[in-house]
Every structure is written in structure tokens, then in C-alpha cells.
T-cell receptor, first 110, second 117 residues
Framework: SQQGEEDPQALSIQEGENATMNCSYK?????LQWYRQNSGRGLVHLIL?????REKHSGRLRVTLDTSKKSSSLLITASRAADTASYFC??????????FGAGTTVTVRA | GAVVSQHPSRVICKSGTSVKIECRSL??????MFWYRQFPKQSLMLMAT?????????EQGVEKDKFLINHASLTLSTLTVTSAHPEDSSFYIC?????????????FGPGTRLTVL
């Protein structure tokens, strides 16, 4: 079942600005992952953060995890038009099954 | 590396027919594959977990007789939508988990858009 809630549902920013989106979940997790999906396409894995980690970086991406609040955030810095996509968080409770959040649609205006 | 393909990418069929979707891991062996369904502007919902050589495990509410899953080899899983109806129209996405890795990175296929008329 779907356990992640994401906000905002949609985000529109100017190229060069930062984009932040949040994900909350309900049950204990082993790890949390962020994915990107371009319209009508498959998912691209962005980053995985384990339950014992608090922050992780990958290029222009920064992910935080607060297990006490059961929440995570994804920050995209210096956004580009190519970052326009839907972003999903997905939690893994340790059984390798991913439970996806509702997603945030990001539009980067040139 | 770690490429997953799906075939077909798009299929349109008449109500009552069966449709088979293939998911292949091209450059790795996948002991576990997962099948998801995504309705327009919604998130992915896990339908079933497919393990090579054993029966698939279906999520609650997913009819196993309607969505037949076969994981015949370490690189191929198939999903057959039997007696498809318009409400089965959706985007079906598979993912594959490399068997030798301890983490849970999954690699997703490009998806198959099914339209049932």
C-alpha cells in the first residue's frame, strides 16, 4: 500500500532556483529512495538513504532523512529545464518492496 | 549497466483479449522482479513480486487469476493481463533487483502503456 505523502503536489520554479520537496511516511523503514519520472516514461533512481543516515548528496541533489519525524526532503539546487519531471519518494521496510509517495510535479521555467 | 527493458512499449487491445508484457534485465541477473501499475497522474502501486522459479506474491486487492506472472528465468518476467477490460487500461512498469547486491537499488523498465477499448 502507498505510505508516502509528498508535498507540494506541484512546484513551478525559474531556472537556476532551488526546488525542495518533502515526503512523509507512516511505518518504520530500512531505507528511503527518490526517483524521477519524465512524462509517460519509466523511473530513474536518484538516491538512496538508509535509516541510519541523516543526509546524503549526489551532484545537485541533497536528501535529508529524519526518522523521528518520519520525513525526508529532496533539494535540487540550481535547477535546469531538464529537471522538469515528477519526483517520487519510495520507502523500503526491509522486504525490498517499495511503497511510493504520491509524487511532486516540478516544472522548471526557462 | 543495469538496464531493464519492457516489451511492448504500447499496446491497444479489444476488451476480452489477453495481453502479455515482457520485462527483461539485459545485463544482470534478477532474482526478484516487481510489477507496478500507474494510473494517470497518480503514483505507482505495487501489484506483485516475482521470484525466479517460484510463484509470484500478489499485493492485497490484486487478482492473481487476472494478472498472471511468470518468472521463468533470471532475466525474464512476464505479466499477462487476462480478459482485459477498459478499467485495466494503465501504465505497467516492472523493476528488477540484482541478485548479488545487498542493497535495495532497483532498476525500472520504461513501462508499457495498455489501452483496452
Amino acid at each position: 500500500s502507498q505510505q508516502g505523502e509528498e508535498d507540494p503536489q506541484a512546484l513551478s520554479i525559474q531556472e537556476g532556483e532551488n526546488a525542495t520537496m518533502n515526503c512523509s511516511y507512516k511505518t518504520s523503514i530500512n531505507n528511503l529512495q527518490w526517483y524521477r519520472q519524465n512524462s509517460g516514461r519509466g523511473l530513474v533512481h536518484l538516491i538512496l538513504i538508509r535509516s541510519n543516515e541523516r543526509e546524503k548528496h549526489s551532484g545537485r541533489l541533497r536528501v535529508t532523512l529524519d526518522t523521528s519525524k518520519k520525513s525526508s526532503s529532496l533539494l535540487i539546487t540550481a535547477s535546469r529545464a531538464a529537471d522538469t519531471a515528477s519526483y517520487f519518494c519510495a520507502t523500503d521496510a526491509g522486504d525490498y518492496k517499495l511503497s511510493f509517495g504520491a509524487g511532486t510535479t516540478v516544472t522548471v521555467r526557462a | 549497466g543495469a538496464v531493464v527493458s519492457q516489451h511492448p512499449s504500447r499496446v491497444i487491445c479489444k476488451s476480452g483479449t489477453s495481453v502479455k508484457i515482457e520485462c527483461r534485465s539485459l545485463d544482470f541477473q534478477a532474482t526478484t522482479m516487481f510489477w507496478y501499475r500507474q494510473f494517470p497522474k497518480q503514483s505507482l502501486m505495487l501489484m506483485a513480486t516475482s521470484n525466479e522459479g517460484s510463484k509470484a506474491t500478489y499485493e492485497q486487492g490484486v487478482e492473481k487469476d487476472k494478472f498472471l506472472i511468470n518468472h521463468a528465468s533470471l532475466t525474464l518476467s512476464t505479466l499477462t493481463v487476462t480478459s482485459a477490460h477498459p478499467e485495466d487500461s494503465s501504465f505497467y512498469i516492472c523493476s528488477a533487483r540484482p541478485g548479488l547486491r545487498d542493497d535495495n537499488e532497483q532498476f525500472f523498465g520504461p513501462g508499457t502503456r495498455l489501452t483496452v477499448l
